[in-house]
């Protein structure tokens, strides 16, 4: 069996449990509300995962370059950066996709052939999961340039209201 044909003969299934991958990672109530409807505007959050996991999904498995994915997985990304996810729950959903695909491959093909018919395209996703890292890092980062910086407003209103401030700070 070829796997690209596998892969696209399978996408909406795959691309189904690969978004549910990235729901579950929720408590029981956000997950209820992001399986729920597909409505962008019902479910935003919901909708970006299942259209993003779409367009990745096409990427990986076309022979295009594993960057041009970057856009779509930095819109996840962000949402589970601004949630507050560890860089390995925020992620996780990654890696699963070769444990997805490789389940649904088993059902199709001898389990000792499936390593061998996966293993280019496992190191694929692997690459995805490194740039997505990097990405979830540059996201915290920003997150965190952001508070700092508002910290750095909100004490110097402070020390400018109570006339703390030397002359020479307020001028300059």
């Known amino acids: ?19 549910e991958a990235i729901i579950k990672t929720y408590p029981e109530e956000g997950a209820k509300f992001f399986s ?3 409505n962008q505007f019902a479910n935003p959050v919901g909708n970006t995962f299942r259209s993003n996991v779409e367009r990745i999904y096409k990427i990986l498995m076309s022979d295009a370059d594993i960057c041009d994915c970057s856009v779509d997985l930095d819109g996840i990304l962000r949402i589970r950066a ?3 996810f560890t860089p390995s729950v925020a992620l996780c ?6 444990e997805i695909v490789r389940r649904q491959l088993g059902k199709s093909v001898p ?6 018919l996966i293993h280019d395209w496992s190191i694929r996703v692997d690459r995805l999961t490194m740039i997505g890292f990097d990405l979830y890092m540059n996201c915290r980062e920003l997150l965190w340039k952001q508070k700092a910086n508002q910290l750095y407003s909100r004490t110097h209103k402070l020390l400018e209201k109570a006339n703390l401030l030397k002359d020479e700070e307020v001028a300059g």
């Open 1 to 19: 069996m070829e796997l690209q044909k596998f892969l696209a003969d399978n996408q909406h299934s795959l691309c189904e449990q690969w978004a």
């Open 36 to 38: 729920g409807s597909s």
């Open 82 to 84: 601004v949630q507050g």
């Open 93 to 98: 959903f990654i890696p699963a996709l070769k």
């Open 111 to 116: 389990a000792d052939q499936v390593d061998a």
